[in-house]
């Protein structure tokens, strides 16, 4: 079983990128979906989480409450990263990371781990 990423690019201040997370066997409607963030230099950083079976239960990281929205699709068997009103210090390697716990900011209960998408936000 493998999460894999996409969606990551460059983009300037302000604009908005939209990552994908997809589960190679197409089921990530059983799994709770996270994304962290790792920017160079920094550990990996929490950013927000979608329970499963249960999209009602969403967290996001304080520093991008209001700008980034997870969400899932469960006829694409994706979970999506909208990111808007990016900034300079939003740039960094993005990983999904699935499991069939409950949403946790720790990285050590998330099972899968995708490879990583590079998201850089300059001008």
């Known amino acids: 079983l493998q999460f894999v990423e996409s969606g990551g690019g460059l983009v300037q201040p302000g604009r908005s990128l939209r990552l994908s997370c997809a589960a190679s066997?197409?089921?990530?409607?059983?799994?709770?979906i996270a994304w962290f963030r790792q920017a160079p230099g920094k550990g990996r950083e929490w950013v927000a989480c979608i329970q499963y079976h249960s999209d009602s239960v969403i967290e996001y990281e304080s520093a991008v409450k209001g700008r980034f929205t997870i969400s899932r699709d469960n006829t694409k068997n994706a979970v999506y990263l909208e990111m808007t009103s990016l900034k300079p210090e939003d740039t960094a390697v993005y990983y999904c990371?699935?499991?069939?716990?409950?949403?946790?900011?720790?990285?050590?209960?998330?099972?899968?781990w995708g490879q990583g998408t590079q998201v850089t936000v300059s001008s």
């Open positions: 066997n197409g089921f990530t409607l059983n799994y709770s």
């Open positions: 990371a699935a499991g069939l716990n409950m949403c946790s900011t720790s990285d050590q209960p998330w099972n899968y």
